[in-house]
């Protein structure tokens, strides 16, 4: 009797244990779906919308276009300018923000110690924190004055200088710089702490100095954390509106260091609360590019993991 007892309670504890995780498998399978099902109604969404301006204002006219006017008696609606300024602005963040963050993440991983980490370890926490108006309050209070006196003395002979008293691609490039380090600071601290010691000691063994393993073993062994840490903050970068609203300008020029400049995303928001009819399809237009741009560039660096994983 108490052998058939234990048989039928073992026996039931499976039945349990295979009901929960048949369980867990389905919610899980939920949630994945929920996450393909949202991707796919932001895409059809964006598509539908986005894509009848193309037709009515037509392709060349909105992509190549560098005329910005859509209330005037005869709307203009090119974007090409505001298309380069996005893309211009975004590299030159990422040339500034990515080596400084991932240098910072280096350090808090493997040189920093307990003392410095507890330090640095909460500003990066509180830079993360940060709601971006506030970075876009800070920059119009201290980084446009600086670069105005900055323009002022670069340009003080000029006579045909439009002077933007600040407000230019110069000042949304330091703040977006400033807004994406701590996400890749982040993502590259937690990629090189998951590095397996074992490689870190077999490079130690062979006489490699304490550097040659950071910059030689560690982090071409993390560098798929890095990568995801650089997609994320680029993705910060390119669909950054507010803070990059106050410091810019938003006019629509070349994208020059001294330009008042316009973005993909401050022209959504700056126009979106009055435009109608056709001038409002251009702004899903844009909002569709700016949502192709950040798909191609994670297929890209996603594409770019794979082939140096394979090597």
């Known amino acids: 009797m108490k052998r058939g007892s234990k048989g039928t309670k073992s026996s039931l504890t499976k039945e349990k244990k295979g009901a929960g995780e048949s369980v867990a498998q389905l919610l899980f399978t939920l949630c994945a779906s929920c996450t393909i099902l949202a991707v796919v109604a932001i895409t059809v969404y964006l598509v539908g919308n986005g894509t009848p301006a193309l037709f009515e204002a037509g392709i060349k ?23 380069l300024t996005s893309l211009v602005g975004t590299i ?37 924190g940060i709601p971006s108006v ?3 309050l800070l920059g119009v209070m201290i980084l446009n004055p600086l670069m105005y006196k900055l323009e002022l003395a670069v340009f003080k002979d000029s006579a045909t200088h439009q002077f933007t008293g600040g407000a230019n691609l110069l000042s949304a490039v330091l703040v977006l710089a400033i807004m994406i380090l701590p996400t890749v600071i982040n993502m590259s601290e937690t990629a090189i702490r998951a590095v397996d010691p074992k490689l870190k000691s077999a490079s130690m063994a062979l006489g490699a100095s304490h550097m040659e393993t950071i910059f030689y073993v560690v982090v071409p062994a993390a560098k798929s954390g890095i990568i995801a840490g650089v997609v994320l903050g680029i993705g910060r970068a390119l669909g950054e509106a507010m803070a990059i609203t106050l410091v810019s ?9 001294f330009n008042s400049v316009r973005f993909l995303t401050t022209a959504i928001v700056s126009e979106m609360g009055y435009a109608s009819d056709l001038h409002r399809k251009v702004l899903f237009t844009i909002g ?24």
């Open 92 to 128: 030159m963040a990422v040339i500034l923000g990515v080596p400084i963050g991932v240098l910072t993440g280096i350090f808090m991983a493997e040189a920093a110690n307990r003392k410095v980490s507890a330090m640095v370890k909460p500003a990066i926490e509180l830079l993360a």
């Open 288 to 311: 569709l590019i700016l949502f192709v741009f950040i798909m191609l560039i994670n297929l890209f660096l996603e594409r770019v993991v794979k082939r140096r994983g394979m090597e």
């Open 249 to 257: 300008g938003s006019s629509v020029n070349l994208p020059l260091p």
């Open 134 to 136: 506030i970075y876009g």
């Open 61 to 83: 006219e909105i992509l190549f276009g560098t005329q910005w006017k859509p209330t005037a008696a005869q709307p203009e609606f090119g974007i090409f300018y505001v298309i």
